[in-house]
Antibody, heavy 120, light 109 residues
Framework: QVQLVQSGAEVKKPGASVKVSCKTS????????IHWVRQAPGQGLEWMGW???????????QKFQGWVTMTRDTSISTVYIDLSSLTRLTSDDTAVYYCAREKSEVWDVWGQGTTVTVSS | QTMVTQESSLTVSPGGTVTLTCASSTGPVTSDYFPNWFQQKPGQAPRSLIYTTSNKHSWTPARFSGSLLGGKAALTLSGVQPEDEAEYYC?????????FGTGTKVTVL
């Protein structure tokens, strides 16, 4: 069956970087876009951007341009989101990060979520 | 900054009907905005319910339906069950970007 399995929880200090993975299985990896969505504690869902696993092309929400990078490794059907910048990660980035797949305007399967905690 | 607005909370009795709406700050929502709807229960990942306005996934209960209503996307729950108590989010397409709605907390009382 189709699965999106994300990496485990992370605890980071402000200013650090973090990379979360989303390993897919049960379908042709290059046929579906993967989106990243985050949810701060007690808040709603926030779309961060997508990656096209076929071409590697990306589209980021304006808020995240310049400090979020989405990549993929087709050999292991995995996509990554890298929240990097030596000065960017703050306690406001404490959230659950989800990956979800989409094809032709149809969102269907989600990952289980990865909790990222930013704390000094 | 584009905003997508939903009712903050709604209460419905078991067996009743409730309609949630999803409005865009840019104007009327049409099928060209490909609205999707998701359900999220506490501590769980979101679950996809409806895609491209009114289409259901194989796992979507028949009591859920999507439509366009008065320039908004709408999600109607008919014959509400206690297990439908959850947060519901819409998602709207704006070209290459996507924007989630603010979310509606549905309470079954």
């Amino acid at each position: 069956q189709v699965q999106l399995v994300q990496s485990g929880a992370e605890v980071k200090k402000p200013g650090a970087s973090v990379k979360v993975s989303c390993k897919t299985s049960g379908y042709t990896f290059t046929d579906y876009y993967i989106h990243w969505v985050r949810q701060a504690p007690g808040q709603g869902l926030e779309w961060m951007g997508w990656i096209n696993p076929n071409s590697g092309g990306t589209n980021y929400a304006q808020k995240f341009q310049g400090w979020v990078t989405m990549t993929r490794d087709t050999s292991i059907s995995t996509v990554y989101i890298d929240l990097s910048s030596l000065t960017r990660l703050t306690s406001d980035d404490t959230a659950v990060y989800y990956c979800a797949r989409e094809k032709s305007e149809v969102w269907d399967v989600w990952g289980q979520g990865t909790t990222v905690t930013v704390s000094s | 900054q584009t905003m997508v607005t939903q009712e903050s909370s709604l209460t419905v009795s078991p067996g009743g009907t409730v309609t949630l709406t999803c409005a865009s700050s840019t104007g009327p929502v049409t099928s060209d905005y490909f609205p999707n709807w998701f359900q999220q229960k506490p501590g769980q990942a979101p679950r996809s319910l409806i895609y491209t306005t009114s289409n259901k996934h194989s796992w979507t209960p028949a009591r859920f339906s999507g439509s366009l209503l008065g320039g908004k996307a709408a999600l109607t729950l008919s014959g509400v069950q206690p297990e439908d108590e959850a947060e519901y989010y819409c998602l709207i397409y704006y070209g290459g970007a996507r924007v989630f709605g603010t979310g509606t907390k549905v309470t079954v009382l």
